[in-house]
């Protein structure tokens, strides 16, 4: 019944590897998103994309990558993980163009660069 | 450009009691959503409210109300009757209206409830 559900929950590998994170949302929801927490406790956005266009946070690295294979999903890759790219990832979805427009959240997940 | 400020890194409150947590923004536009996020040990973000720009009255959830002023451009949240279960992080967050793509946080605030 999660609305929106992120899996893996907890992440750690070694630096240099490229990982995934997956990211549903069963709410029918047209736009997505993924958020980083860093260990600040600061929220902020990396992409946003429907099915119109995927618009990036020009201060995200080109390793992180979103993948979308459906409207449901929004999956986060990442290449050559670094020691920075430790912290908390947020999926997010919503839908566009309701009056209320809230933004939902899924658990997070920790990721850890050894 | 947009920023959040909550300047209450942390508060405490006693069972039962109220407490208000501050939060103020800086925009050139005249709508927008303001929002009220929870963050609990789970890590789970949970929207606790909303507020519209152009909505005069402010809104309330059950034991959650906020204070928006909006020409002073504050938002502060009062949580009444506050229960040990209300202890997380609390997110203060400003999204223009057309914006979807553009929700900025605040830094937070820590809030501790005493038995």
């Known amino acids: 019944d999660t609305a929106v559900s992120q899996t893996p929950k907890y992440l750690v590998t070694q630096m240099g590897n490229d990982k995934s994170i997956k990211c549903e949302q069963n709410?029918?929801?047209?736009?997505m998103y993924w958020y980083k927490q860093d260990s600040k406790k600061f929220l902020k956005i990396m992409f946003s994309y429907n099915n119109k266009e995927l618009i990036i946070n020009e201060t995200v690295p080109n390793r992180f990558s979103p993948k979308s294979p459906d409207k449901a999903h929004l999956n986060l890759h990442i290449n050559s993980l670094e020691l920075g790219d430790s912290a908390v990832y947020f999926c997010?979805?919503?839908?566009?163009?309701?009056?209320?427009?809230?933004?939902?959240f899924g658990a997070g997940t920790r990721l850890s660069v050894l | 450009a947009q920023t959040v400020t909550q300047s209450q890194p942390e508060m405490s409150v006693q069972e039962a009691e109220t407490v208000t947590l501050s939060c103020t923004y800086d925009?050139?536009?005249?709508?927008?959503?303001l929002f009220w996020y929870k963050q609990p040990p789970s890590r789970q973000m949970i929207l606790v409210i909303r507020q519209e720009a152009y909505k005069q009255q402010n809104a309330t959830e059950n034991r959650f109300s906020v204070n928006f002023q909006k020409a002073a451009k504050s938002f502060s949240l009062k949580i009444s009757d506050s229960q040990l279960g209300d202890a997380a992080m609390y997110f203060c967050a400003y999204r223009r209206r057309e914006k979807n793509n553009d929700m900025r946080f605040g830094a937070g605030t820590r809030l501790t409830v005493k038995p």
């Open positions: 997010a979805s919503s839908q566009e163009n309701l009056a209320k427009n809230i933004q939902y």
């Open positions: 709410l029918g929801h047209d736009t």
């Open positions: 925009t050139s536009e005249s709508d927008y959503y």
